[in-house]
């Protein structure tokens, strides 16, 4: 016979680590309740800058923040970052919540809803006294824009790319692409990299997923995607576009439909560098990240034409906006105008996000680059001529379209659908997503 | 003494020798069927843990689970890999939020089993199926409302939301699995202390919780395993990185707009996971002294 | 002798033989005090012990929840107020939107074929493991890892290079002469691929079941042993019954689980429910539907059509418990 005992200096225990926890809790994990307790009226202001990337990009992006505070004294910046698939609903978990951070990270296929739906400020009248944009390309600040208002201004530009694995190619003995080839040199070259190394490498990744691989087609083809708000492309233009693709597929040229469904925007997943394919469609931002993957040389070729066209633009990778709930929307302005003109943020920050707004600090960074930075900056010095203009920034819903395309493409690749049927289905959903 | 499975008793009346080589060939069986199972569930893990010592270059070019040039430069790499904040401080945060979150269910959630299953009272068919009916709903319809509140209330940045709500037994899952085990005591222990004269809340301290010991540690055991790896809570309250937690750490290794460090991530996993194997590890122990049946004999 | 015999035969003793006042109190070691009239308190002691249950339904639960209903009936992005539209979020989604049953049917089969996996392999590892041989503790944890891990990105990677083109999956299935394809990022084996990760997480479910185990008195084997039973009749006679309130626990929780499953999905596919949607399942289609297509109002249409149809299951599950379980506490209810 056992008598259990009771468990009370247990319990006794357990009441007290409770108590302690529960302190610990309060204590640790800064709230922001303190800061804005204390910014009142104390002329010092905290401001949070929100942006999405990995630990590297957080390092660079830091280092220029502590610059900036070294020469803004009074102000502090909390910063805030997060793996990009999250960013958004966190952002806009924050903005129902109505702690939106003061400055803010913007993809360019939200910015339109972000600026329509009263989210952010609009930076006209700080221009040009605390925000300067005279040394920014005028065309690229105006993409910025929506309904003629300044409500973002672009923190790089980037290009679009064919990405090719120079190594291999010498090692196939195939010549690398000229610029002007078109799409049905691209075909033959894809396929002959197919043949002569006997399956084991693919010529091209399957663009057919690619929303901007599709943009870009539609420029070349005197086209748009979108015009005044609404869808301007028809289920005809995709449909060819999903024939070429699919054409690319067929013929062992492009990515069969399973390693293409691999592709999931993380670097690591692109066949280039599992050593599954010789070029992939791209933009010239990430060329470095491709660089740093792989021990082969790599390059950067501009797209097929047609007629003449190349269909690339100046893109703006990323936008920065101040939210319109900011408590301190000067200060978070001047962090902007930092982030984009000064040159001791541009030699921080890198080339990670792309290339810097500003031209003449651009330049002084272009003539000293060296390495993959150096292939970047030749690239678009190469075909700054030939660029179409931007486009303006994309309607409500471009996100979905975007992955979208990639689900239904899908489709078409593992063969539950024809281009035609595809292309059809997408145009008539995205009709209904668009202007919603 | 313990429940044991049925295999355990022996026969009499076999000879000596005969039977104890009869238990040496089950026992060795036994081994080796549980070795075998042990091995193909265990593989996956191992892949992770060979993968932490692999370079770069092999991560991503190589399938095989041992790495072909051993390195330990992903344990400093991954434990360094943020700014300002080393990985230890992920650990730390997810140990705080973990322990709180476990106080704050055993304490909750055991008494409001108790009620449940023990106590006659109006409302409680209702308020029953309210409780189940809590466990439905998807989180994420619930988290924006949730959020609204907690930033009402300050709390957003903090570990507050993470470990509070536990404390007041939102956690209905364990409610119900207390009343589960609850309801596999008999009564009668309860009507013989209440003719001594306890009041429920004795009954509840002396005599459910010592008995309902296995309940308690597995939920200790999966409170804890579900909030050290619970991603969206942590990564929609938690915004400055000193804050992280151990999974929205992981996951920051893991980025579109750089090449990911698989290495570094797979050995901060490797290192995440040691705690919560430990744990397990050491509690599981608790386990096997069943309580149950001394309250009865005698 | 039935169960409840076995159980029953151990009844406290009758009134006259019961020990003194006090005397168990001393026995489990209680301090004794004079006994006093029993109160009629059951009703206010069950409010007194739902206190926190009460405070953290209304702040944490309640009010999200109807919250959350109200929105069902609305278009509601999060960045601005919420507008009503009363059933055009229930109409569309079950007339104009093939991708939503699309998600009921891939969730649908992800519950049915992964809840019983995992039981039964919980159940038959519990048993396995519920002795005192040497290394059963190590055992015990082993298999309690996956368990651990949980559904973390780390998992993902692992999951997606095993079942991904000339991982360790297609080797193994190759020597059995299976050629396979990238089982993965085939939209015809994606989800199944799921299943088997579902499975392979039993560890939670044993360790409820090790523990339910651990609660069986084993005089009920002894006696049963001593009527001539074997192990067989023992495990369907014993452990099954007394057993299976946890059982039917883990039914319900594995089974609500399931259909809530959402981060396996979420991380292996990158959100996307890929390939072709052949693993998109209810929540994350609704996550999708929320978080970035600003459509709270018909996600949460959905979560209420979800809670209604998992409800009723569950509500058809403790009915058909009064059939099968056996509760220890009051016979057979």
Redesign the interface.
């Known amino acids: 016979m056992r008598t259990p005992r009771i468990r009370l200096p247990w319990q006794a225990a357990l009441a007290l680590m409770a108590s302690v926890v529960a302190l610990l809790a309060a204590a640790c994990g800064s709230g922001p309740a303190a800061s804005s307790a204390a910014a009142g009226g104390s002329g010092k202001a905290t401001i949070t800058f929100a942006w999405w990337g990995d630990a590297a990009r957080a390092k660079v992006t830091l280092a220029a923040i502590r610059l900036f505070e070294k020469s803004h004294p009074d102000i502090t910046v909390k910063t805030e970052y997060s793996p990009f698939g999250d960013y958004e609903q966190k952002i806009n978990t924050q903005a129902a919540g109505g702690n939106m951070p003061d400055l803010v990270t913007v993809d360019r296929s939200v910015q339109n809803e972000y600026a329509q739906r009263g989210l952010l400020l609009d930076l006209d009248k700080y221009v040009p006294g605390t925000l300067n944009l005279s040394g920014l390309d005028a065309s690229f600040v105006a993409s910025g824009k929506t309904d003629g208002k300044q409500y973002t201004v672009p923190m790089a530009q980037n290009m679009q790319a064919i990405v090719v694995d120079v190594t291999r190619l010498k090692s196939l003995g195939v010549p690398l692409p000229k610029p002007g080839w078109t799409w049905s040199d691209l075909a033959a070259w894809a396929k002959e990299i197919t043949t002569r190394s006997h399956g084991r490498w693919y010529g091209i990744v399957d663009p057919g997923t690619l929303w901007p691989a599709f943009n870009s087609w539609e420029i070349q083809h005197g086209k748009s995607l979108y015009a005044n708000g609404k869808i301007a492309f028809t289920a005809a233009d995709l449909a060819g576009f999903w024939n070429f693709t699919s054409s690319l597929r067929r013929s062992g040229a492009g990515t069969s439909a399973q390693l293409t469904a691999t592709v999931d925007g993380l670097p690591d997943d692109e066949p280039l560098l599992k050593g599954r394919a010789v070029a992939e469609w791209d933009y010239d931002s990430l060329f470095q990240m491709y660089s740093a993957g792989t021990s082969d040389k790599l390059t950067l070729v501009s797209l097929p034409t047609v007629g003449g066209k190349t269909g690339m633009f100046a893109q703006p990778s990323m936008m920065l906006g101040v939210s319109a709930t900011s408590k301190y929307p000067k200060q978070a302005t001047e962090l902007l105008n930092f982030l984009v003109n000064s040159p001791a943020a541009a030699r921080a920050l890198g080339t990670s996000r792309g290339l810097f707004p500003n031209l003449k600090v651009r330049q002084q960074l272009a003539s000293s680059a060296t390495g993959p930075a150096k292939t970047v900056y030749d690239y678009e010095a190469a075909n700054s001529g030939d660029l179409s203009p931007t486009p303006a920034a994309p309607p409500k819903g471009d996100n979905q379209l975007l992955t979208m395309m990639q689900r239904v493409y899908q489709q078409v690749a593992f063969g539950q659908l024809s281009p035609a049927q595809a292309a059809a289905q997408f145009v008539s959903q995205a009709k209904g997503i668009i202007g919603q | 003494m313990m429940a044991d499975t049925p295999g355990a008793m022996t026969a009499t009346g076999a000879s000596r020798p005969a039977r104890r080589a009869g238990r040496h060939g089950r026992s060795l069986l036994w081994h080796v069927l549980v070795v075998i199972a042990a091995l193909v569930v265990a593989y996956p893990v191992l892949w992770m843990i060979g993968t932490s010592f692999k370079p770069a270059q092999e991560i991503i070019a190589s399938l095989r689970p041992w790495p072909q040039h051993v390195t330990v430069s992903n344990y400093p790499q991954g434990w360094t890999a943020n700014p300002g904040v080393t990985f230890g401080r992920f650990l730390l945060n997810s140990a705080i939020v973990c322990a709180g979150a476990m106080l704050g269910n055993l304490f909750g959630c055991s008494l409001a089993a108790y009620a449940f299953a023990r106590l006659r009272f109006r409302l409680r068919g209702l308020l029953f199926a309210i409780m189940i009916g809590s466990i439905l709903l998807p989180y994420h319809v619930l988290v924006v409302p949730q959020y609204v509140i907690f930033r009402h209330l300050g709390w957003v940045n903090t570990f507050l939301p993470l470990i509070v709500p536990k404390f007041l037994a939102t956690d209905a899952f364990f409610i119900f699995l207390m009343v589960q085990f609850m309801r596999g005591i008999p009564r009668e222990i309860d009507e013989a202390a209440t003719i001594d004269g306890c009041g429920h809340f004795r009954i509840y301290r002396y005599i459910i919780l010592p008995l309902l010991r296995p309940a308690l540690i597995t939920t200790a055991i999966f409170t804890f395993i579900f909030t050290w790896n619970d991603y969206f809570t942590q990564l929609i309250y938690l915004n400055s990185t000193s804050n992280f937690t151990v999974p929205v750490g992981l996951a920051l290794f893991v980025d579109q707009s750089g090449l990911s460090s698989y290495g570094p991530m797979m050995a901060m996993a490797v290192l995440a996971l040691l705690p919560v194997f430990l744990f397990f590890l050491a509690f599981q122990r608790l386990l096997v002294e069943g309580v149950v049946t001394s309250g009865l004999k005698g | 002798m039935s169960t409840r015999g076995w159980?029953l035969a151990?009844?406290?003793l009758p009134l006259a033989e019961?020990p003194a006042?006090?005397?168990?109190?001393a026995?489990?070691?209680?301090p004794?005090?004079?006994?006093?009239r029993?109160?009629n308190?059951?009703?206010r002691?069950?409010?007194v012990?739902?206190?926190?249950?009460f405070?953290?339904?209304a702040?944490?639960?309640?009010?999200?929840?109807l919250?959350?209903l109200y929105?069902s009936f609305t278009n509601y992005?999060?960045?601005?107020a919420p507008h009503w539209v009363g059933l055009a979020n229930f109409r569309r989604m079950f007339s104009s939107d093939p991708r939503y049953l699309d998600s009921v049917i891939v969730t649908v089969k992800y519950v049915a074929v992964s809840v019983p996996a995992k039981l039964v392999i919980a159940l038959l590892?519990a048993?396995?493991?519920?002795?005192?041989?040497r290394?059963?503790?190590?055992?015990?944890?082993?298999?309690?890892?996956?368990?651990?891990?949980?559904?973390?990105?780390?998992?993902a990677?692992?999951?997606?290079?095993?079942f991904?083109?000339?991982?360790?999956a297609d080797k193994v299935l190759s020597l059995a002469g299976i050629h396979g394809?990238?089982w993965i990022?085939?939209?015809r084996w994606a989800l199944w691929t799921l299943v088997v990760l579902a499975a392979?997480q039993f560890g939670?479910p044993m360790?409820?079941f090790?523990?339910?185990?651990?609660?069986?008195?084993?005089?009920?084997?002894d006696a049963?042993?001593v009527d001539g039973?074997?192990?067989w009749r023992?495990?369907w006679r014993?452990?099954v019954p007394?057993l299976s309130?946890?059982i039917?626990?883990n039914l319900?929780?594995e089974l609500?689980g399931a259909f809530?499953a959402?981060?396996p999905a979420y991380i292996i596919?990158?959100?996307?429910?890929?390939?072709?949607?052949s693993t998109l399942f209810y929540?994350l289609y609704?996550?999708e539907k929320?978080?970035?297509?600003?459509q709270?109002g018909y996600?949460?249409a959905m979560?209420?059509i979800?809670?209604a149809a998992?409800?009723l299951c569950?509500a058809l599950l403790f009915r058909l418990a009064r059939v099968w379980v056996f509760?220890?506490?009051?016979g057979d209810r």
Do not use: C, E, H
């Open positions: 159980v151990r009844r406290p019961r006042p006090g005397a168990a109190r026995r489990v070691g209680i004794t005090r004079a006994p006093r029993r109160r308190t059951s009703d002691a069950g409010y012990f739902l206190i926190p249950w405070a953290g339904l702040l944490f639960t309640l009010g999200p929840m919250f959350s929105l992005t999060l960045l601005q590892i048993v396995l493991l519920n002795r005192q041989r290394g059963t503790g190590l055992y015990r944890s082993v298999f309690y890892v996956p368990s651990l891990l949980g559904a973390s990105v780390s998992v990677l692992v999951w997606r290079s095993l991904g083109p000339a991982g360790a394809t990238a990022d085939d939209p392979w939670a360790v409820i090790l523990a339910g185990l651990k609660q069986i008195p084993g005089d009920l084997y049963a042993a039973a074997n192990r023992r495990f014993i452990t007394m309130p946890v039917f626990f319900v929780l609500v809530q959402f981060t596919s990158g959100g996307t429910g890929g390939p072709a949607d929540t609704l996550y929320g978080f970035s297509d600003f709270f996600a949460s979560a209420w979800m809670l998992v409800g569950t509760y220890a506490d009051t």
